[in-house]
């Protein structure tokens, strides 16, 4: 009983800290890539880097990003985003995985509630 008691413990933080920023990230992340990748790709053996912060993007820059993205090969030219609005601080992460076993990389940009995507490039 003692064994299963530890074994609990153990393993509650890990349960908990799967809930949090991280996956949250991942899960917009999936969303944004299933809506807007052309409709005859399928991305497999998806992993994603830690979230991370920057300051380093300035309105220019994600209107620039933008403006590249419907020359991306894998979207389609119509991407979603979320409304024009100031951003001082993002949330970044790059997301690897393959296509017909080509392996392809992208940087998502998102706001600091994780709520939306507001820029992407393709590596």
């Not at 990230?25 to 399928?42: D, K, P």
């Not at 001082?88 to 940009?109: A, F, G, M, P």
């Amino acid at each position: 009983m003692r064994h299963l008691i530890y074994f609990i413990i153990g393993i509650a933080p890990l349960l908990f800290a799967s809930c949090g920023p991280q996956a949250e990230a991942e899960e917009l992340v999936e969303q944004f890539m299933e809506q807007n990748m052309r409709a005859e790709l399928s991305p497999t053996s998806v992993h994603f880097t830690d979230i991370d912060s920057t300051h380093a993007l300035s309105d220019s820059i994600i209107v620039s990003l933008r403006q590249q993205a419907r020359q991306a090969k894998r979207y389609r030219p119509d991407v979603k985003y979320a409304p024009d609005e100031p951003f001082k601080k993002l949330i970044l992460t790059r997301v690897k995985y393959k296509i017909d076993e080509q392996e392809c990389s992208d940087t998502y940009y998102l706001d600091m509630d994780l709520t939306r995507v507001i820029a992407f490039k393709e590596n």
